[in-house]
T-cell receptor, first 116, second 117 residues
Framework: AQKVTQAQTEISVVEKEDVTLDCVYETRDTTYYLFWYKQPPSGELVFLIRRNSFDEQNEISGRYSWNFQKSTSSFNFTITASQVVDSAVYFCALSELYSSASKIIFGSGTRLSIRP | EAGVAQSPRYKIIEKRQSVAFWCNPI?????LYWYQQILGQGPKLLIQ????????DSQLPKDRFSAERLKGVDSTLKIQPAKLEDSAVYLCASSLGAQGARTGELFFGEGSRLTVL
């Protein structure tokens, strides 16, 4: 069965600090997608990134970077030089590529607070 | 381009009452999803529509929850009768096609927060 674990319930850092959000996943499939979403106080989830299980290259987008390690079943998200606008709940998620009944399974989220 | 619209944003009811939530997806999006997000948890898929047909309703508590998308555009989610444990945010999302459930390219509304007293 699929499962996504985000062990960090809440993180609070001071602005300009770097912060890493952890994500560990479980799946029996060899082909799957991993995602990160951001949920700001307004409530809508915003898609940030997708990685497929064949591509372990790390990705950087501005202040955001993602570290995918199949050996440890982890897909961690780092924000460099955090800003107050980064305050939100972040969800890691997983879906299987070829399952006929594919759905996105979300972790429980990490609430990130950036203090000025 | 208008996003996914949901109403009402907030609703407070007593247990055993009924409630309905409405969702209008992004124009042209064939696939519509309803998610339930309980406080402190990630969203859980309740039902997925492809046009006006149901693709997946395996996690919908069918004894009290119902959903429809009669004309393949907007959708209504109903709870009758409500229980305390139904207190949650109900998120509607849409995608161009059914592959959204795999690729994660879903567009979410701001949600409808339900409190059951």
């Amino acid at each position: 069965a699929q499962k996504v674990t985000q062990a960090q319930t809440e993180i609070s850092v001071v602005e300009k600090e770097d912060v890493t959000l952890d994500c560990v996943y479980e799946t029996r499939d060899t082909t799957y997608y991993l995602f990160w979403y951001k949920q700001p106080p307004s409530g809508e989830l915003v898609f940030l990134i997708r990685r497929n299980s064949f591509d372990e290259q790390n990705e950087i987008s501005g202040r955001y970077s993602w570290n995918f390690q199949k050996s440890t079943s982890s897909f961690n998200f780092t924000i460099t030089a955090s800003q107050v606008v980064d305050s939100a709940v972040y969800f890691c998620a997983l879906s299987e590529l070829y399952s006929s009944a594919s759905k996105i399974i979300f972790g429980s989220g990490t609430r990130l607070s950036i203090r000025p | 381009e208008a996003g996914v619209a949901q109403s009402p944003r907030y609703k407070i009811i007593e247990k055993r009452q009924s409630v309905a939530f409405w969702c209008n997806p992004i124009s042209g999006h064939a696939t519509l999803y309803w998610y339930q997000q309980i406080l402190g948890q990630g969203p859980k898929l309740l039902i997925q529509f492809q046009n006006n047909g149901v693709v997946d309703d395996s996690q919908l508590p069918k004894d009290r929850f119902s959903a429809e998308r009669l004309k393949g555009v907007d959708s209504t989610l109903k709870i009758q009768p409500a229980k305390l444990e139904d207190s949650a945010v109900y998120l509607c999302a849409s995608s161009l096609g059914a592959q959204g459930a795999r690729t994660g390219e879903l567009f979410f509304g701001e949600g409808s927060r339900l409190t059951v007293l």
